[in-house]
C-alpha cells in the first residue's frame, strides 16, 4: 500500500500562485510514477500533470501547460505542483495519485492509478 496525503490548497486570487505538496509512505517511492489529477464538482476526474519516477521526464494537461510545474523529491518522498497565473476555471479539487512504474511512464488515465490522497480544495476568485 501507498499512503499519500497531500497539502497546501487554498484561497488565491486570480492570477495568484499555490504551491501543492504529496507526502508518500509505506512503499518505496522511486518506483512510483506520480500525477496530480483534479475535479470539479459534477465533472469527471481530469489529468494535470504526471512525472516519472526518476523525475527526469514530465507531461501537462493543455490547460496547464506553461503554468504548472510538477516536481518530485526522491530524498523524502515528496512530490509538488507548483502552479502560478492561477484562472477562476482552475477550481477544483486536486489529487495526488501514484501507479507502480516499470520504467519511465506517464500514465494520464485516472483509472490506472491505485492509489489515492484525500484531495485539497484549491479556489481561484476572480
Known amino acids: 500500500q501507498v499512503q499519500l496525503v497531500e497539502s497546501g490548497g487554498g484561497l488565491v486570487q486570480a492570477g495568484g500562485s499555490l504551491r501543492l505538496s504529496c507526502a508518500a509512505s509505506g512503499r518505496t517511492f522511486t518506483n512510483y510514477a506520480m500525477a496530480w489529477f483534479r475535479q470539479a464538482p459534477g465533472k469527471e476526474r481530469e489529468f494535470v500533470a504526471g512525472?516519472?519516477?526518476?523525475?527526469?521526464?514530465?507531461y501537462y494537461a493543455d490547460s496547464v501547460k506553461g503554468r504548472f510545474t510538477i516536481s518530485r523529491y526522491n530524498a523524502n518522498n515528496t512530490v509538488a505542483l507548483q502552479m502560478n497565473s492561477l484562472k477562476p476555471e482552475d477550481t477544483c479539487v486536486y489529487y495526488c495519485?501514484?501507479?507502480?512504474?516499470?520504467?519511465?511512464?506517464?500514465?494520464?488515465?485516472?483509472?490506472?492509478?491505485?492509489?489515492w490522497g484525500q484531495g485539497t480544495q484549491v479556489t481561484v476568485s476572480s
Open positions: 495519485a501514484a501507479v507502480y512504474a516499470f520504467g519511465e511512464q506517464i500514465r494520464i488515465g485516472a483509472n490506472e492509478y491505485p492509489y
Open positions: 512525472i516519472t519516477r526518476s523525475g527526469g521526464g514530465t
